[in-house]
């Protein structure tokens, strides 16, 4: 299926790693002009080097956006692209009264407010344009709430609901917001830390796949699948998706049960 990408451009932030570089490496594949954005030039330039070898495509901009004038700094330098995929950030696990205050704002600037600047900065040059897509990249714990991952579940949620009020009237200026919301994906910061918990529990790491038999067909998504996800949603083929939230997570969702 051709999906019409070639020579679209592409911003992707949280890029060096995981989700956000195999998203990034999706683009490229398909013939894009992708901008990865970081908060390290090393790790973006490693990443880059790992995903492809026509650096004329790729353009690394290491920037914090937690910070909110390095949005208008990231726009200023790339102007409106045709693709906007938000997916910077990592919100701690923790209880209530494990996540202080502090702690709970540090996380929210970047995944939560990171994204809504993101989103007011890129909607407003795509809308004058009359054509984007904005795709922000949240979690299924949104849906399925866990006291153990509070600001996790809490940011997720508004994040969710903000891609559902923005894209519900998105389409009416030419662009398409809406979110991917993934379950747990084998991305190297999972692995590492399901290793570091079957050390832990069972004094060998190499059993930390065992947490995942209860999860659907016995693991965590692939980045791969979460990336072919992302590309196929921005592209003509769903012209028409705006203002949802596509979970992907092997039905797990649906299941009470919980892979730990």
């Known amino acids: ?20 570089k195999g998203v990034a490496q999706e683009f490229l594949r398909e013939g894009c002009i992708v901008h990865m954005v970081s908060r390290s030039l090393e ?7 790992e995903i492809t070898s026509e650096s004329n495509r790729v353009h690394l901009h ?34 209530l009264q ?24 890129f909607l407003a040059a795509m809308s ?6 904005v795709i922000n990249v949240t979690g299924l714990a949104a849906e399925r709430w866990d006291a153990g991952y509070v600001a996790g579940t809490t940011g997720n949620a508004g994040l969710n609901a903000f891609t559902r009020a923005v894209g519900g009237k998105s389409l ?10 993934p379950g747990p994906v084998e991305t190297d910061r999972l692995i590492t830390l399901m290793r570091t918990r079957a050390e832990d529990d069972f004094g060998d790491a ?16 692939s980045v791969q699948e979460i990336a ?13 998706v705006s203002g949802t939230v596509l979970t992907v997570d092997g039905g797990h969702g649906g299941n009470l049960s919980s892979y730990t």
């Open 1 to 20: 299926m051709d999906l019409q990408l070639e020579g679209k451009t592409v911003v992707v932030t949280g890029a060096s790693a995981g989700i956000g």
């Open 43 to 49: 790790n973006l330039q490693a990443a880059a080097a």
């Open 62 to 95: 290491p920037l914090d956006l937690s910070v909110s004038d390095n949005v208008n700094t990231l726009i200023e330098t790339v102007g409106a692209p045709d693709i906007l995929v938000n997916n910077a950030g990592a919100i701690p696990g923790g209880d």
């Open 98 to 121: 494990a996540i202080t205050e502090e702690r709970w704002r540090e996380a929210w600037d970047l995944k939560v407010f990171g994204y809504i600047n993101m989103c007011r900065a």
């Open 128 to 133: 004058e344009r009359g054509s984007g897509v």
């Open 172 to 181: 009416n200026d030419g662009v398409r917001v809406l979110a991917v919301s």
């Open 206 to 221: 190499e059993r930390w796949r065992e947490y995942f038999q209860r999860l659907p067909d016995g693991r965590p998504a």
């Open 228 to 240: 072919d996800v992302v590309v196929f949603m921005a592209s003509e083929r769903a012209g028409y």
